[in-house]
């Protein structure tokens, strides 16, 4: 085997190792943010201020993304993405902490804290999404998307928490959403895989 075919081999084993790592992240990461937004619904219903559970519920959603840029940080063995990982990581970290303090104070300062994580953390998504946009990772449209989303949503909420009538409802569109964005990327990675194997079977 020359030189040249082992690294191209260990290269394609390298990136069929990430896609199943992300596949599996993107999965959990997209079934946990659609259970959350259930359990997020049925915890604040028509409430005019932050019901208790809510409040812990807010607190959870930020974690599941930090722990989600924690894996994914660890499985990304190269590139310049990890640091925006690590960066999106301690944003989500910092985040919880500051919901868990606003979800305290009121409805409106709830929305403005999401929102805004919201906004960032969207940014950040679609710069890994774009340092990702190999063929080996499936292009990475929902993740692009899912990010661009993420930021006008955030623009949006931190508008609606300075007008007359803030909800916290939308959160759990907000939630669903990106689940599903989630689970499509985890869809494609799969589609991936099974296509590249059947071009070298």
Request: hydrophobic share 50%; glycine share 12%; aromatic share 8%.
């Amino acid at each position: 085997m020359s030189t040249q075919t082992a690294t191209g081999t260990a290269t394609g084993q390298a990136a069929a190792g990430e896609r199943s790592s992300l596949l599996k992240l993107y999965l959990i990461r997209g079934i946990l943010a659609v259970a959350w937004a259930l359990a997020f619904a049925s915890v604040q219903g028509d409430h005019d201020d932050v019901a208790a559970g809510a409040v812990t519920l807010l607190v959870v959603y930020p974690v599941i993304d930090a722990a989600s840029s924690f894996i994914d940080h660890r499985a990304t063995p190269r590139g310049s993405e990890r640091r925006v990982i690590a960066f999106n990581g301690v944003l989500s970290t910092v985040a919880a902490i500051a919901l868990g303090i606003a979800g305290a104070e009121g409805l409106e300062p709830a929305l403005h804290v999401f929102g805004a994580w919201a906004l960032v953390s969207g940014v950040a998504q679609v710069i890994v999404g774009v340092r990702r946009r190999g063929p080996e990772l499936g292009k990475q449209w929902p993740t692009l998307i899912s990010g661009a989303l993420s930021f006008l949503v955030g623009i949006t909420y931190n508008i609606q928490a300075a007008g007359n009538n803030p909800s916290l409802d939308v959160l759990s569109v907000y939630a669903t959403g990106g689940g599903v964005w989630f689970i499509l990327q985890a869809l494609l990675l799969g589609w991936k895989s099974r296509q590249l194997r059947t071009r070298t079977a």
